[in-house]
């Protein structure tokens, strides 16, 4: 006679039911899937309200009265869109944001010509490219605030080793080669940390990129007697097209929002050569306390961000679909 | 990865491997130049450091990790001769520069609040992000798509933008300065992040797994607990390293939000200074203790590392 009590699975089921106390089992088998969904999401929904969407609107309204923060005990007035009109019509807002603009257009510009250029030596497969490839990784994974408050050293007119190679290599005296305190190579000492912390990034999509091409599109051009040349421009570079501006886009976001690496680097100077639009906010909100101000710059910024992103997605969704 | 096969036509030929291979080795060597010079700078001492030209072989000397770690006033002559023998090598390396350790610096509390902070905001982002990511991949949730673009987007703001509300909020709730404010921020930017990898990894656990256990007489949680985590692990793994490279390296927030008690390493290390001046040795010294839990990190999990960054960036 077969005992059915002892049958694997009843004995899996008592045991899941010696594990869990009995009040709760009846909570539990209570859940419908629905409820179970809310119960799930809704602690990440409460903290996202709490953390990311309050604070938001909390910075929406500020952003039509004069506050500010350092004197919490000042009478609040509505100023309506006094603080927008000021910004949108300030020469140095508009200053910075071409700052900010320039930092964007260089630092992509770089980090994709290096990002993909070592993505596509690292496709040629060479014996050991896996150590290489991660020995280059390295850099993306650090901090940018600490590291870059390193470069600072490195940057030294006469004891920084960048101003020594510099020199070693051009023959310009080091103690001429002021990357930090000169206006004209300054924005560039930002620009070269940058690049070198990010160009991993982009060769890391770009070789998702180069490695998703089947290889038998390339078979077929061997086939046709394309030129290796003529491979690269009309297969390689359109296939891996919306790698590359997805890596663009990512990029963009973050050096549109660029902060950790100015602010130690330069602070935004000489004088306000180097102030992006982060550094710019940062004075108004932390150092003049104009928090109203601040508040209508930062919804601005969001906006620009915001609005800029979407435009390129529908650009890369059409790209995609080609 | 490689679809290749040995008689492919597309392989690539020996010389331009060859060029590619010494191109690639070229770019990594030039590329850890700056890190191989921080830890070499750590173990300078300070006129080493500022030596010119730059010195490449030196006598190797734990002063700057001496300098890391404590707070030094300068003394007369006269004043460290009448002392009792120097009881360790901090102390003999700080009188032979006429002066005497007056105490322990804040790097210790600071490197601890970095750990704290980071590790707590990672375990809670992981932690929500799983139950969300589940609830979002196996339950239709009204305007899931919207909600989901929606949690990812709120990455796009500029950290100072988010810092000016965030700052009122916690000065109003008693959290300025505060571990437990920084945990929950981290934890809010994380778990975007983590929402969006996890779904993708939960995406591709077959759902007749948890369906055949729940015929078994599972409920939804006891089938999610025992056959969904299981499988989620190394999506899990991968998830949390990225959300603790983000919480450790974080400088905008911390910077911002945070001057003493619940400081953090990086607004700290730019701020040691020695006399006249940065005290590079030492700031080299906390630099490469700051990094290299990373760096272990980076080399021993790089392969979930690889997946992740790629992963996230190429689902749609």
């Known amino acids: ?322 | 990865m490689s679809l290749t096969t040995a008689h492919s036509v597309v392989v690539p030929s020996t010389t331009s491997k060859r060029i590619a291979a010494v191109l690639i080795v070229a770019y990594a060597l030039i590329s850890i130049v700056p890190l191989l010079w921080i830890f070499a700078t750590s173990f300078k001492t300070p006129p080493d450091s500022i030596a010119y030209p730059p010195k490449i072989l030196f006598q190797p000397s734990t002063e700057g990790y001496c300098n890391l770690f404590t707070t030094r006033t300068r003394q007369t002559a006269e004043y460290i001769a009448s002392l009792p023998p120097a009881t360790s090598f901090c102390d003999e390396v700080t009188r032979k520069r006429n002066m005497v350790i007056a105490g322990p610096s804040n790097f210790l509390p600071r490197f601890v609040n970095s750990l704290i902070i980071a590790f707590g905001s990672t375990f809670c982002a992981v932690f929500l992000g799983t139950l969300a990511a589940y609830g979002f991949s196996r339950f239709k949730v009204p305007l899931a798509d919207d909600l989901l673009f929606f949690i990812l987007s709120t990455r796009m703001m500029p950290p100072i933008a988010v810092a000016i509300p965030i700052y009122l909020m916690y000065r109003e709730l008693g959290l300025s300065d505060s571990a437990l404010g920084m945990i929950l921020l981290y934890t809010a930017v994380n778990v975007s992040l983590a929402v969006w990898l996890l779904k993708g990894f939960i995406d591709e656990i077959p759902r007749e797994y948890e369906e055949a256990a729940m015929i078994d007489g599972y409920t939804r949680l006891q089938a999610f607990w025992k056959v969904v985590l299981p499988q989620a692990t190394t999506g899990i793994a991968a998830t949390a390293i990225f959300c603790l490279i983000f919480a450790w390296n974080e400088y905008a927030f911390a910077a911002l939000l945070t001057s003493g008690t619940a400081q953090t390493a990086p607004p700290f290390i730019p701020t040691i200074i020695g006399e006249g001046g940065q005290d590079w040795p030492a700031v080299a010294a906390g630099t490469t203790i700051f990094l290299v839990p990373i760096l272990v990190f980076t080399i021993l999990l790089r392969k979930q590392l690889l997946r992740g960054i790629t992963f996230g960036a190429v689902r749609k």
């Open chain 1, 1 to 322: 006679m077969i005992d059915t009590k002892t049958s694997p699975l009843n004995r899996a089921a008592e045991a899941v039911a010696r594990s869990t106390p009995s009040r709760l089992v009846k909570r539990v088998t209570g859940l419908s899937d629905r409820m179970v969904a809310w119960l799930f999401i809704g602690p990440t929904m409460v903290l996202l309200l709490a953390i990311n969407i309050f604070p938001l609107f909390w910075a929406i309204g500020l952003s039509f009265t004069n506050y500010r923060a350092n004197r919490p005990n000042e009478p609040v007035e509505s100023v309506g869109l006094r603080n927008y009109e000021r910004i949108l019509t300030d020469p140095d807002i508009w200053i910075a944001m071409q700052t900010t603009a320039n930092f964007v257009f260089w630092t992509i510009l770089l980090q994709t010509v290096i990002g993909f250029g070592l993505a596509y030596l690292i496709d040629r497969k060479f014996r050991g490219h896996a150590f290489w490839t991660t020995i280059i990784l390295v850099p993306m994974m650090l901090s940018p605030a600490v590291v870059g408050n390193f470069w600072r050293f490195l940057y030294e007119p006469q004891i920084g080793l960048f101003a020594y190679a510099v020199s070693f290599v051009s023959g310009i005296p080091p103690t001429e080669i002021e990357m930090l305190s000169n206006v004209s190579l300054a924005p560039w000492s930002i620009i070269i940390v940058d690049t070198w912390m990010w160009s991993p990034y982009v060769m890391l999509i770009c070789l998702a990129g180069l490695r998703s091409i089947p290889d038998y599109i390339y078979e077929a051009a061997e086939v046709d007697r394309a030129s290796p040349i003529r491979q690269f421009l009309s297969i390689t570079l359109p296939m891996a097209l919306p790698f590359i501006m997805l890596a663009i886009l990512f990029r963009g976001i973050e050096n549109f929002k660029m902060f950790d690496m100015v602010n130690l680097l330069t602070g935004g100077g000489p004088g306000s050569t180097t102030e992006v639009a982060s550094i710019t906010l940062k004075r108004e909100a932390f150092e003049k306390w104009r928090t109203g101000y601040s508040s209508a710059f930062a919804i601005i910024l969001f906006v620009a961000v915001f609005g800029l992103a979407n435009i390129y997605v529908k650009a890369l969704n059409r790209v995609k679909q080609r």
